[in-house]
């Protein structure tokens, strides 16, 4: 079996790591990798908006971002790549490629979570980050910018970090609208072969496992790393004191 | 300087204020002190409008701070009023000297280099020049408090508001931070301080005022005040001081 599942990769690496391209789209595990990134990458700061309209005094921002962000919640990925994928070309009287459909869907799938993340991490601020500001003259939107959000992204790194890590594991999804990624390329060679699923199924999950395991690794290290810049004196500072 | 006119303030039912009139003069100094809950704090707070009022008017250098007014109008006001916290509040994302050079920069507009220059002839004036680039979390309570009278310092504000700036500190970091405040005494700034150092109100205020249940009890010199309070209240929380 093993033979086997080595065989399937040595005869198939290249559909697996690029898809036809580039006698045809981009796929396999650049596409995945593609999707994810830009899906985070618009979603980013599409939920930092979201997030500042949640906790706004306006009620005409709160009110939408809320419903936006508990509709995303409620309602599972499969069906919102349904929507997007027979609405938006309704919408635009055009027709949306496979790719831009599920960079759409994971914008707003990932910005209404991640808002849910940045809106925690500036709350978990101190209140008296926000008074200090106030008190010196900062507008709002100033000491968002200056004092809130630079600590409060920071600190939500791991948690973002960990956000890519469950996009890459959404693409997959993108199978059931044909965009050619990973679980497509998969699917092809599977659909070719006919008498080895286990083996190519389990090549697939592998891969998944190794691309998302080396990232968790590097959440675990970002999260060392900012502890121990929080836990303050360093080094030189405690010879000083001492001294 | 400031002035308080009838103010009211409700937690629910219970009168955090009640009925202040009080006035600051330009350059004294002006102790509040108290037991815990008495409304210290939050008088010192409605000044800059971190706490908002239920009635009356708080003037300062003759303008209402609790007047309708636009954002911009009262972030310019807040700009002229220095605030320093019990618990520092400095931003541990900036040095000591950008924690310093940030309000003077993006709220006055004054260039970096300037606000850079200021920054550090205000460290060096709370002996912390050799730390400048040092970051809170690298700092001792007494050097962070030191550094968030600097940076209320950098926009040069005509009064500074000290809200129990010791309480949260080591014992032996009060004298360092107190000295500061001695120091800008001495130059005659306008200040109103909570503090529970009754040898520091002492030597430094010009006017103690004693505050219990929202109230305003009694005001006097140092000496009066701590020689031969008057209220009830008063006595018993002095003796109460003396007997810890």
New interface residues.
Partial sequence: MLQGAISIVSENWLLLLVGQYPNGPLGGIAATLMLSVLGIALAFPLSVLIALARISRWPLLRAPATALVYVVRGVPLLMIIFWVYFLFPLLLGANVPGFATMVCTLVIYEGAFLSEVVRAGIQAL?A??M??????????P?AMR??IL??AL?NMLPAILSQFISTIKETTLGYVINVPELTFAANQINNRLLTKPFEVFLILALTYYVVCYSLSAATTWLERRIAT??????P??VME?AG | MIRFENVNKLYGDYPALADINAEVARGEVVVVCGPSGSGKSTLIRTVNRLEEIRSGAILFEGRNVHAKMSSAELNKLRSRIGFVFQSFNLFPHLSALDNIILSPHRVNGLGRAAARDRAMALLDRVGLANRAHAFPAQLSGGQQQRVAIARALAMEPPAMLFDEPTSALDPEMVGEVLAVIRGLAQDGMTMMCVTHEMSFARDVADRVWFMDAGRILETGTPDAFFGAPQHPRAQRFLSDLRSR
């Fill in positions: 101190p008296g980050q008074d200090a500001a106030r008190a010196l003259g900062h507008s709002y100033r200056y004092i630079p600590q920071y810049r929080r836990a303050g004196p360093a030189l500072a004191a």
